[in-house]
């Protein structure tokens, strides 16, 4: 298959190894490639019975319940591009960041601060879609407490 412009492909096959969907995502890859739109992939995911939730007016609350159920979203992000968002996370100057991975350079995040990643997305079309499976399990804590003396 041509996988030009596959960033959609990519980002939900991300999502969907996020998810422990490895077969699924490994099926899709085999099937997609090349360039995707809004109504077309939702399409797709309706035929192959897959569970999401998307939003196509730049709204927040998709990516807060991403966030807060460790799902992610892809989504449009940068001119002709998608990405897929991990969360948000705080930077040491107090202030919220999303978490973006670009499937063009997956060996780094992307950080951009809430308030103009919000106008960005809506400037790129405001498109997310998050797949509604389990979320992964939550990492182990250690069950002790060091204490100083």
Same mark, same amino acid.
């Given at each position: 298959?041509?996988?030009? &412009?596959?960033?959609?492909?990519?980002?939900?096959?991300?999502?969907?190894?996020?998810?422990? #969907?490895?077969?699924?995502?490994? $099926? $899709?890859r *085999?099937?997609? &490639?090349?360039?995707?739109?809004?109504?077309?992939?939702?399409?797709?995911?309706?035929?192959?019975?897959?569970?999401y939730? %998307?939003?196509?007016?730049?709204?927040?609350q998709?990516?807060d319940?991403? #966030?807060?159920? @460790?799902?992610g979203?892809?989504?449009?992000?940068?001119?002709?591009?998608?990405?897929? %968002?991990?969360?948000?996370?705080?930077?040491? +100057?107090? @202030?919220?960041?999303?978490?973006i991975l +670009?499937?063009?350079?997956?060996? *780094?995040?992307?950080?951009?601060?809430?308030?103009q %990643? #919000?106008?960005?997305?809506? &400037?790129y079309? &405001? %498109?997310?879609?998050?797949?509604?499976?389990?979320?992964?399990?939550?990492?182990? $804590?250690? *069950?002790?407490?060091?204490?100083?003396?």
């Amino acid at each position: 298959a041509n996988n030009q &412009g596959s960033c959609v492909h990519a980002s939900l096959s991300s999502m969907l190894h996020w998810q422990n #969907h490895f077969d699924l995502a490994k $099926w $899709w890859r *085999s099937q997609y &490639g090349g360039g995707e739109y809004s109504d077309q992939l939702r399409r797709r995911l309706d035929a192959a019975k897959v569970p999401y939730a %998307f939003t196509e007016r730049a709204n927040l609350q998709l990516l807060d319940d991403a #966030h807060a159920a @460790r799902r992610g979203a892809l989504m449009w992000w940068k001119p002709y591009h998608c990405c897929l %968002f991990c969360g948000w996370v705080k930077g040491s +100057d107090g @202030r919220v960041y999303a978490a973006i991975l +670009d499937n063009n350079r997956v060996q *780094s995040y992307e950080f951009v601060e809430r308030g103009q %990643f #919000h106008k960005d997305w809506a &400037g790129y079309g &405001g %498109f997310a879609l998050m797949v509604l499976f389990d979320p992964p399990s939550l990492p182990p $804590w250690k *069950s002790y407490e060091l204490i100083e003396e």
